[in-house]
């Protein structure tokens, strides 16, 4: 098994360091390989995903990632951004689906802005489409309107788009999940004003007639938007579209207060994977030795659960975590009155011992 | 001054039958008329939107709205079901600025998911373009595609878009808005991957030259999502389009925890609008005397202020709102220990007696 290791920009070194060392110490027949990616490859090679890092990613069974971008490349026109690394990644690897638990983990229940009988407990999985919808659809660019309120004017125009198979597969991998969860879905779409999205329920309303024993309801994303706010814990397993899910599994992440804390899984339909921090780069905090390395070293778990078939190894790491949050032992993000304040690499140390 | 009435479905009667009673104590020279608008126009007429019901609304100087929408009108075809009379009502009134402030009552704030110290004193402003965008874009449809993962399926589409002059002038009613408050606002886009957003970005700060004492940031709205839940105090005006808008907006609503107080606006370019509560119609307790008719009294001294030129009459209205709260007064949903439960009719009561 050979896995690319892409560490990427901003704390992206420190944390992926920490979830390296972890997988080490499991004694598995793997190999790793790291190639630059995002704004330091863009420095080195003058492309944020360069071809060889790209070659690295295919050629691999599964894709350890960091985080990408800092605001020293803010200016680059867009196709040379950080950001278009990971878009590329998603694209040419046809990574389509995105699974974002959201977890409330007890010990930093208090961490959460939201009160602690709303979120102690939560076990949301978000399932985000990621190939498709407004992210890449064509025609896109700038134009003179010829019709609209201003004809004549210079507009800027995208295509939301979603295909019959784009819309089953996605819909097949929220199933699948609910089965192995609380058995409930909810298609999250705006039906009632977006052609894409009607056709998306429709989608997803037929895919459940083969799995009678999954709860299936729809909710329109402003909605969703409330609800995750109102009462997150009535949700389980949440499936959407590639633009509205990437707000709300940020806005789902942040619920928890522990951001820090969650990995994420982006799938093809082999299940090859790249697994990443549902965080960023951070690049205020970078090079400071202080980022909390858990969400990677979580991610790490995915990674040999989905993609490596260990899942025994998965819950080693995912119990280690619980031993040294259990132990008391916080990263400053996570942090609080009465716990230790460790460093990334303590961090990663405990974790590596608890293991 | 005419106002056009529109009740519409659910509680919407209810609510709009207390703020009309509220507006009639004024003593204000303005005359009313109601017309049937979304599902009881739908039931009568047979259409959400009936042309005398548009008619009427556009002859008014402004309009007050209820609310559309019920379990029974789900199965008509979209062109039929209530909502589309709200959207044709922006469309063809053109009322491109939606303002929808977020507001947190001091004896209000327990109400909140969130902690008490993170939404006492709330106070965002929410400015959501209205006419434009993928609600309105075209074209859109469905089809056979002809590129993407899957050439040769069935696909669905629409177009998301923004010319320059729609996005100039919700820019302004944003900077506008922001000098009569603390001085900033927030710019929501996706300029990392969608062209229209890349363009609103540069036409916001290229409006924002022309006011120097606003401050203007730019934040993704994945990263606004979050920061709503993290840190919402921090946000002043929030200008963003419409399906950004449509999503931030219910979200920072639902923050606030009493979103049956949060009035709306909707206005054209010359100031007249359309108003209404920012909940829903709320089907399961409609008839029952027990909606919280205060977000369409808010939503009426709103109207007073933007459309009506009456200032002092809106702040009439505003202060005995804020009364009847210090007074302990709650519909069911507001309700806490020790506060005193009262229906439709007795809050709208009581609020006219505060005046
Ligand atoms: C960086 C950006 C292009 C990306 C996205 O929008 O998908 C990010 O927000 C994410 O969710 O991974
Ligand atoms: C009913 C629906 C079409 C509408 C919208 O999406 O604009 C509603 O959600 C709103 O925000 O007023």
Redesign the interface.
């Known amino acids: 098994m050979k896995i690319a290791i892409l560490p990427g920009d901003g704390i992206g070194t420190e944390i992926v360091a920490e979830a390296v060392k972890v997988l080490n110490v499991l004694d598995l027949p793997f190999e790793t390989e790291t190639a630059l990616v995002g704004g330091a490859a863009y420095a080195a090679h003058g492309h944020p995903l360069p071809e060889s890092t790209l070659a690295l990613a295919k050629a691999a069974d599964a894709v350890l990632f960091g985080a990408v971008g800092d605001w020293k490349y803010d200016t680059l026109e867009?196709s040379l951004?950080p950001?278009q690394a990971i878009?590329g990644l998603r694209k040419h690897l046809g990574l389509f689906a995105n699974l974002r638990p959201a977890l409330c983990y007890e010990e930093l229940t208090h961490a959460s802005?939201?009160?602690p009988e709303?979120v102690a407990g939560l076990d949301i999985l978000i399932i985000r489409e990621l190939?498709?919808d407004?992210?890449?659809?064509?025609p896109?660019?700038?134009r003179t309107?010829v019709?609209?309120?201003?004809p004549g004017?210079?507009?800027?125009?995208?295509?939301?788009?979603?295909?019959?198979?784009?819309i089953e597969r996605i819909a097949h991998v929220a199933f699948q999940a609910a089965r192995k969860r609380r058995g409930k879905v909810t298609s999250v779409d705006?039906a009632?004003?977006?052609?894409?999205?009607?056709?998306?329920r429709d989608v997803v309303t037929e895919v459940h007639a083969q799995y009678p024993d999954v709860e299936l309801d729809h909710m329109y994303?402003?909605?969703a938007?409330?609800q995750?706010?109102?009462a997150p814990k009535k949700l389980d397993v949440v499936v959407t579209g590639n633009?509205?899910g990437?707000?709300?599994?940020?806005?789902a992440?942040?619920?928890t207060g522990s951001?820090g804390m969650l990995p994420s899984a982006s799938l093809d339909r082999n299940n090859k994977g790249l697994y990443e921090p549902s965080h960023g780069s951070a690049p205020d905090i970078a090079g400071q030795g202080i980022a909390n390395p858990l969400a990677t070293i979580l991610s790490a778990a995915m990674m040999l659960r989905y993609s490596l078939q260990q899942p025994a190894a998965a819950e080693r790491i995912e119990s280690a975590v619980k031993a040294v949050l259990a132990a008391g032992l916080r990263t400053g993000d996570i942090w609080s009155e009465g716990t230790r304040r460790v460093g990334t690499r303590e961090m990663g140390d405990a974790v590596v011992a608890a293991i």
């Open positions: 867009r951004r950001e878009l802005s939201l009160k709303l190939t498709g407004i992210y890449f659809g064509q896109r660019g700038r309107a019709d609209g309120h201003f004017a210079e507009e800027a125009f995208d295509t939301m788009r979603y295909s019959r198979p784009e705006k009632n004003v977006l052609e894409t999205f009607q056709f998306w994303v402003d909605n938007a409330m995750l706010v109102k633009m509205f990437d707000i709300l599994s940020d806005e992440a942040m619920l951001i």
